[in-house]
């Protein structure tokens, strides 16, 4: 086991660690912050797989502006207050290990069918030939142009709507 498989099954193991303390955190602004804590551990996968673009871009991206707006938006919303949990007694907690135990069997059956992977680098000449920026915008402005313009709206409506629950409550 050499250091980039040691490093890689850091982050891995960061990025599913502070993935489940979001989800299981009472208050949002620690899951934020949990959150946080995975978008940078996946930003080191992508410099690990040598996109360093990619990982430029989850850092300022979604690391910077979206939990920004996430962190606005909770504390606009006045969510930072003690919340009851949502899963009550210990057979949901058994219920959802069992599930998470499950879909661990899921992956490990799926990983052990999987074709190994060819010797061959494939994306080193693709991002010699085109760049690292026109291979993300390429296909982002001409397949997924749509998908992108949606997601735009989405965020604006969410904040408006965030914006208009906090004046109806003030």
């Given at each position: 086991m050499d250091l980039s498989q040691i490093v890689f099954y850091l982050f891995a193991g960061v990025a599913v660690a502070s993935s489940v303390l979001m989800v299981t955190r009472k208050n949002p602004v620690y899951a934020a912050l949990y959150l946080v804590l995975?978008?940078?551990?996946?930003?080191g996968l992508?410099?690990?797989?040598d996109a360093h673009f990619l990982a430029a871009l989850q850092v300022?991206?979604?690391?910077?502006?979206?939990?920004?707006?996430?962190?606005?938006v909770?504390?606009?919303?006045?969510?930072?207050?003690a919340f009851e949990?949502?899963?009550r007694g210990r057979f949901w907690w058994v219920f959802a290990a069992g599930l998470g135990l499950v879909l661990l069997a899921e992956l490990v059956a799926v990983m052990r069918g999987a074709p190994e992977r060819p010797e061959a680098d494939i994306v080193g000449p693709l991002l010699e030939?085109?760049?690292a920026v026109a291979a993300v915008a390429e296909p982002l402005f001409q397949s997924y142009v749509v998908a992108l313009e949606i997601t735009g709206i989405l965020l604006l409506v969410a904040m408006v709507g965030a914006v208009v629950i906090a004046k109806r409550k003030a």
């Open positions: 995975t978008l940078f551990s996946i930003a992508f410099v690990l797989l300022v991206v979604y690391a910077g502006a979206i939990l920004v707006l996430f962190l606005f909770i504390m606009l919303l006045n969510l930072g207050h949990p949502d899963i030939a085109r760049g």
